[in-house]
């Protein structure tokens, strides 16, 4: 009796890892990103309409992924707009990828915090995992012609010499 509830705890146990080995991304796999091709999808905007990552092909690309709760997402704002400022004129874009639930609580938030880039929310945080994010904010720089060429995890000075050389280097 007592081999038999060893045995029936040991497989409940190996489902039960197997299973949420299965259900949960590798955080690590993020670096695996690195040279590949930016996975395309489309969110809404906050206006509603639909935006595809594809709608900026032939562009560099700054995809951030924040949310209105995270203050080092806060904190990198300004530096967002005064990067996207700075190259208002060249072939590059922001897109900030909001993981928020509720699209009115972003709405409010780009109230108090007007930003100069594309917004999008993705409430089910689909595309997040689609890139392997699990902290917040995590940014891509993507090329051109869409591969995605560097990652940055946690807040950056967007401003800083070296970032300005990466993206210089792309257009």
């Known amino acids: 009796m ?9 497989i409940v146990i190996f489902f039960l890892l197997t299973l949420s080995a299965k259900g949960f991304a590798n955080p ?3 670096d ?5 091709e930016a996975s395309p999808f489309t969110l809404k905007d906050l206006k509603g309409q639909e935006v595809s990552l594809m709608d900026f092909r032939g562009k560099v690309i700054l995809l951030n992924f924040w949310a209105t709760w995270c203050p080092p997402c806060i904190s990198e704002i300004p530096k967002l707009n005064n ?6 004129e060249k072939n590059f874009e922001i897109v900030a990828v909001s993981t928020d639930r509720s699209l009115s609580t972003v709405k409010k938030f780009i109230k108090k915090h007007p930003v100069s880039f594309v917004v999008l929310h993705d409430s089910s945080i689909k595309v997040s995992r689609k890139y392997n994010v699990f902290s917040i904010p ?9 591969k995605i060429v560097e990652k940055f995890l946690g807040e950056y000075d967007w401003n800083s010499p070296e970032i300005r050389k990466k993206i210089d280097e792309l257009l």
């Open 2 to 10: 007592r081999q038999q509830v060893i045995r029936t705890t040991a």
């Open 28 to 30: 690590w796999a993020i």
């Open 32 to 36: 695996e990103m690195i040279g590949r």
């Open 83 to 88: 990067l996207r400022k700075t190259y208002a």
């Open 138 to 146: 995590t940014t891509f720089l993507i090329d051109k012609k869409g």
